[in-house]
C-alpha cells in the first residue's frame, strides 16, 4: 500500500523528492524541472514574475548577500559591492583574467600569484566558488519556495570547455549551497535533451548546437541514434559572449564622443556606459537605430556598424564551428539540424552567419535562455530513473596524458574520446632502485609537457628495489561521467598500489581550449621534430647508463682494446647529446652498438636488456 506524506509546516502532500536541474549561467540562472503530472520540463518562476535570474551578488554594507533583479539594480549605484560574470572566474589565478581586469568594475585581487582569485566587497573576501553558491542558495530557495518542497538534490550544467578544477569548483560551490549535485552536465548536451531531436524517429541524426551566451561560446556536434545523445566533437572559447558585444559598443562610444580617461577612472559611469550598451544591443535586435542620453551626452549607434563591431567576434565562432564539424568527421551537408541557444542568438546578424555557414535554417523555437535549464532538468528526471529513453554519452574537450622522460607528452585519452572512460598504460622505472615514480598529468595537444596544463602530479612510493625497466607500473585513467579524472598507478611485481584521486589544481594555467588547440596547429611541424630530438636524447642517455653499469659488470670478459674503444664511443654520444642534432646522435648510438654488441651478446643480462624496452617515467 502506498503511503502518502503530509508536510505538518504546510499542510500540503510531501512529493517524492524533486531533483532539479540548474544553468547556473555567466549572466542569467535559471532552475527547472520535469512537472510530475504534465510530464513536461518547465522552468520555475513565481506568478507573474520572471524565469531568469540575472547571475548578480550584491553586498550591503552589513554584509548582507541579494542575488538577482534587485541586486542588478545596484550594478549602477554601487558597481564595488555589485558581483556580475562571476563565473568567469571560475577555477581561475589573477594571471588567467589579468588581461581582462578592467572588465571587473569590483575588486578582484591581485596577489600576482598563481593562486586562486578572491573578490573583495567591504573587508571581506569571496572565492568564486563562495560567490556561485550564493547564486545557487538564491536558486535553491526559490525553487523550494515555488514547489513549498525542500530541494537538496541538482543537476548543475556548465560549458563544455569547463577544465576538471572549474567542474569540481561547480559541485564544491553546490555542497556549499546544500545541494548534492547528482550529476554535471556540458550545457550544449542539456540543450539538445531539451530539443529531445530525433528522439521518436528510427535511424540517426546529426546536430549542431551553438550556443552564444554573456561570456562563453561552445559549439558542439551530436549525434542521436535510436534515443542515445553522442557528442562527436566540441569547440568553443571560453572568452567570447555578448558581455565582449557590449564591450566593444562602450568603445565604440568612448572613441567618437571622446570620453576621457580621467571620466572613465569613475567606476559607477562606466558601469552605466556597460549598461547603455546591453540596452543598445539588445534593442538593435529588433530595430535600425539606437540612441539614448547619458549626462547629456548623446549616445548612438546603427546596426549596421553594431554588425561591422561584431562581425571579427563573430567570424571567430563560424571557425570554430568549422574546427568542430572537422573533428566530428562529418561533411557539412550531414547536420540535420542546428540548434541555437543562449541570449545573444536573439542577434539577427548572427543568426544568418550561422545559418549561413551551415547552409541551413537554424533551429530556435525553444526560448533560447531557457532551453539550457530545461535540459538539465531533463537529465534530472533520467536521474530520479522516470525515464528511460535517453542515455547519455560525452567526450573530452583535450587530450589527457602523463609526462615521460625528457618532458614528452604520453596521450592516454585523445581529446574528444568518449566519456566514461577508462584507460590503462605500463611504465617502467628509469634508475636501479628507483622506489618512487612521479606521476604528472597534463592536458593539451602540445608534444611537450611545458606546452600543455598540469593537472596535477603525485608520487607512487614505496615500490621495492629492482633494477631499473624491472618495475612495471599500471597507470591509469578514469574518468566519470561527470568529466571528473581519477588517475591511480600500481606496480605490478610487488603490488604497490596508489590510487589517488586526482585532486584539480585550480587556475594553475588558463585552460584556454582554442588558444591551445590552435598552437597545436601551427607548432605542429616544431613538435615533431623537437619530439624527434627529445627521443633521440633520451635514448641515448639509457644506451650510455645501460652500457657504464655493463662495463662494471662485465669487465672480466671484456679486452682491454674493446675497453678503449667503447669508451672512445661513449664519449662521442655523450658529446653528441650535448647538441641539437638528432641525426649525430642517431649516428653515435648505432656506432656504440656496433661495438657492444659482440660482448653484449656474451653476456645477455636480463635486466640490462630490459631497461633498454619500454617506456620510462622520470
Ligand atoms: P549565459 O548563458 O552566459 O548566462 P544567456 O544565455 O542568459 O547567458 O545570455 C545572456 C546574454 O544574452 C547577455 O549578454 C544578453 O545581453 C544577451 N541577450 C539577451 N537578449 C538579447 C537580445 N534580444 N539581443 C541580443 N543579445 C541579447
Ligand atoms: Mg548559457
Not at 107 to 128: A, G, H, R
Not at 283 to 306: R, W
Not at 390 to 406: K, Q
Not at 482 to 497: C, Y
Request: net charge negative; proline share 3%.
Amino acid at each position: 500500500m502506498a503511503k502518502i506524506a503530509i508536510n505538518i509546516a504546510t499542510g500540503s502532500l510531501q512529493q517524492a523528492e524533486m531533483i532539479v536541474g540548474i544553468d547556473l549561467g555567466t549572466t542569467n540562472s535559471l532552475v527547472a524541472i520535469v512537472h510530475p503530472e504534465t510530464k513536461q520540463p518547465v522552468c520555475l518562476k513565481e506568478y507573474n514574475a520572471n524565469s531568469i535570474v540575472p547571475s548578480i551578488i550584491y553586498f550591503d554594507e552589513n554584509d548582507n548577500v541579494i542575488v538577482g533583479e534587485e541586486a542588478h539594480s545596484h550594478l549602477e549605484t554601487n558597481p564595488s559591492n555589485t558581483i556580475f560574470s562571476a563565473k568567469r572566474l571560475m577555477g581561475k589565478s589573477y594571471n588567467d583574467i589579468k588581461n581582462n581586469a578592467s572588465f571587473f568594475s569590483y575588486k578582484v585581487i591581485d596577489d600576482n600569484t598563481e593562486s586562486l582569485v578572491k573578490v573583495q566587497v567591504n573587508n571581506k573576501f569571496y572565492s568564486p566558488i563562495d560567490l556561485s553558491s550564493f547564486i545557487l542558495k538564491e536558486l535553491k530557495k526559490r525553487a523550494e519556495h515555488i514547489l513549498k518542497t525542500p530541494v537538496t538534490k541538482a543537476v548543475i550544467t556548465v560549458p563544455a570547455y569547463f577544465n576538471d578544477a572549474q567542474r569540481q569548483a561547480t559541485r564544491d560551490a553546490g555542497k556549499l549551497a546544500g545541494l548534492d549535485v547528482l550529476r554535471i552536465v556540458n550545457e550544449p548536451t542539456a540543450a539538445s535533451l531539451a530539443y529531445g531531436l530525433g528522439i521518436n524517429t528510427d535511424g540517426e541524426k546529426t546536430i549542431a548546437v551553438y550556443d552564444l551566451g554573456g561570456g562563453t561560446f561552445d559549439i558542439s556536434v551530436l549525434r542521436i541514434t535510436n534515443g542515445i545523445f553522442e557528442v562527436l566533437s566540441t569547440n568553443g572559447d571560453t572568452y567570447l559572449g555578448g558581455d565582449d558585444f557590449d564591450k566593444q559598443i562602450v568603445d565604440y562610444w568612448i572613441s567618437k564622443n571622446n570620453i576621457s580617461q580621467a571620466l572613465l577612472s569613475n567606476k559607477s559611469l562606466t558601469q552605466s556606459l556597460r549598461l547603455k550598451a546591453e540596452e543598445a544591443k539588445k534593442h538593435l535586435s529588433f530595430n535600425e537605430f539606437f540612441s539614448t542620453d547619458l549626462n547629456g551626452t548623446e549616445l548612438s549607434i546603427t546596426k549596421e556598424i553594431f554588425e561591422n563591431l561584431l562581425s571579427s567576434l563573430v567570424e571567430k565562432t563560424i571557425n570554430s564551428c568549422k574546427q568542430a564539424v572537422a573533428d566530428a568527421s562529418v561533411e557539412l551537408s550531414e547536420i540535420d539540424t542546428i540548434v541555437m541557444v543562449g541570449g545573444s542568438t536573439r542577434i539577427p546578424f548572427i543568426k544568418n552567419a550561422v545559418s549561413s555557414y551551415f547552409g541551413k535554417a537554424v533551429n530556435d523555437s525553444i526560448n533560447p535562455d531557457e532551453v539550457v535549464a530545461l535540459g538539465a532538468a531533463i537529465q534530472a528526471d533520467i536521474l530520479a530513473g522516470n525515464n528511460k529513453d535517453f542515455l547519455l554519452l560525452d567526450i573530452t574537450p583535450l587530450s589527457l596524458g602523463l609526462e615521460t622522460m625528457g618532458g614528452l607528452m604520453d596521450v592516454l585519452v585523445p581529446r574528444n574520446s568518449k566519456i566514461p572512460t577508462k584507460v590503462g598504460r605500463q611504465y617502467t622505472t628509469q634508475k636501479d632502485g628507483q622506489s618512487s615514480m612521479r606521476i604528472s598529468v597534463f592536458q593539451g595537444e602540445r608534444d611537450l609537457v611545458k606546452d600543455n596544463r598540469k593537472l596535477a602530479e603525485f608520487n607512487l612510493t614505496g615500490i621495492p628495489g629492482m633494477p631499473a625497466g624491472l618495475p612495471k607500473v599500471d597507470v591509469s585513467f578514469l574518468i566519470n561521467a561527470d568529466g571528473i579524472l581519477t588517475v591511480s598507478a600500481k606496480e605490478l611485481r610487488s603490488g604497490v598500489e596508489q590510487s589517488i584521486e586526482v585532486k584539480p589544481q585550480y587556475g594553475l594555467t588558463d585552460g584556454e581550449v582554442e588558444r591551445m588547440l590552435l598552437e597545436s596547429i601551427t607548432h605542429a611541424k616544431d613538435d615533431i621534430a623537437t619530439r624527434a630530438l627529445v627521443e633521440a636524447r633520451t635514448e641515448g642517455e639509457q644506451i650510455l647508463s645501460v652500457t657504464e653499469k655493463f662495463l662494471a659488470k662485465n669487465s672480466a670478459i671484456i679486452s682491454k682494446d674493446e675497453m678503449l674503444e667503447t669508451a672512445q664511443a661513449m664519449q662521442n654520444l655523450q658529446l653528441a647529446l650535448t647538441m641539437t642534432d638528432k641525426n649525430l646522435i642517431q649516428t653515435k648510438i648505432e656506432e656504440l652498438n656496433e661495438i657492444s654488441r659482440p660482448f653484449a651478446e656474451r653476456a645477455m643480462d636480463a635486466a640490462v636488456s630490459g631497461a633498454l624496452s619500454g617506456k620510462s617515467i622520470l
